[in-house]
């Protein structure tokens, strides 16, 4: 037997509950991995309580994850250049990562690279590539400014640094008590609230040229009132303003390759990537994770440990 986490129907954190099941086993082109450990993403949360109902529906009971890290247990039919005893990194679409044990394709996986410790490689996989896809959707180039929303947030604070990578100037929206991180990072940090037009103004007195948007609350619209061209604003989140103002929604679904992770991982091993760690929770503390998670105050990734 294994320990995994379901719930039976939507709801707050009181729905969740770790469960004994059966340890699972892998099919043809699959792997068994025993978990290290599993980041929580608000996208998780927001499955839980039926907010995606209609583009996500869970099937109950239903289990939850996408991320994780881990060593290999076993190995199912047609798997090759994979052996039991290997560190991977990877993902699953079946929502099923918050586990003892986990099967995944073996065409989501990737090596650990040394110095990448367990708790970042297992929350790399969603933020990565939700950064990636997000700062490679506005095209920053070095001489121009972009703006990135929720900057100290488990994909913001990623993708601050990936365009400071491409050789832009990086203005990021953060509370004052990241501010000093932020700069540490090279990146500009501007309190979000009322004045902030103004404060990203002053910050950036030759215009701002791209925007991504990983917070939501309107920040499409301030985007749009600093004169950016709505094909260089990416939002991951507000999908009714991206409808609306005709500006893009390129997130996770855009980099989800093995080839991407990858070259997140490798970014992080030689320490040109910084994945913060806000938290780190054991398994049958999951509902406690999510409390926090869904604050939306903490400063990089939370991540369950079996």
């Keep these: 037997m294994a320990r995994a986490i ?4 939507y709801g707050d954190v009181e729905v969740l509950r770790v469960e004994d099941v059966p340890k699972p086993a892998p099919g043809r082109g699959q792997v068994l991995v025993e978990v290290r450990a599993a980041g929580i993403n608000p996208g998780e949360a927001a499955v839980r309580k039926g907010l995606f109902h209609e583009r996500y529906p869970a ?3 239903s289990g939850q994850g996408s991320d994780f890290a881990g060593v290999v247990a076993s190995l199912g039919e047609d798997v090759e250049e994979i052996a039991v005893g290997d560190e991977v990194i990877g993902w699953v679409d079946t929502r099923s990562s918050h586990a003892d044990f986990v099967v995944a394709e073996a065409s989501n996986l990737t090596p650990r690279p040394d110095g990448v410790p367990w ?3 297992g929350s790399l996989f969603v933020a990565g590539t939700t950064a990636y896809a997000a700062v490679g959707a506005v095209c920053p180039r070095e ?3 972009v703006v990135v929303s929720g900057a100290a947030g488990g994909v913001g604070s990623l993708a601050v640094q990936l365009a400071k990578l491409s050789g832009a100037t990086v203005i990021g929206l953060a509370g004052e008590a990241n501010h000093a991180w932020l700069r540490e990072l090279g990146v500009i940090p ?3 609230g009322d004045g902030v037009l103004g404060r990203i103004g002053e910050a950036a007195p030759d215009g701002v040229h791209a925007f ?3 917070f939501g609350s309107g920040y499409v619209e301030l985007a749009l009132h600093l004169g950016i061209h709505p094909g260089r604003i990416d939002t991951i989140i507000d999908f009714a303003a991206a409808a609306k103002y005709n500006v893009k929604t390129e997130g996770n679904a855009a980099a989800a390759s093995a080839d991407v992770l990858r070259e997140l991982s490798l970014l992080v091993g030689k320490g040109l990537l910084e994945v913060p760690v806000a938290r780190v929770y054991p398994l049958d503390e999951v509902r406690a994770a999510y409390r926090e998670l ?3 105050h ?3 990734k939370i991540v369950l440990r079996p």
């Design 190 to 192: 501007v309190a979000y």
């Design 6 to 9: 379901r719930f039976d129907e």
């Design 212 to 214: 991504v948007d990983t």
């Design 143 to 145: 001489g121009e400014t």
């Design 119 to 121: 708790e970042v490689a």
């Design 59 to 61: 099937t109950f009971p």
């Design 294 to 296: 869904e604050k939306r």
């Design 298 to 300: 903490t400063r990089g």
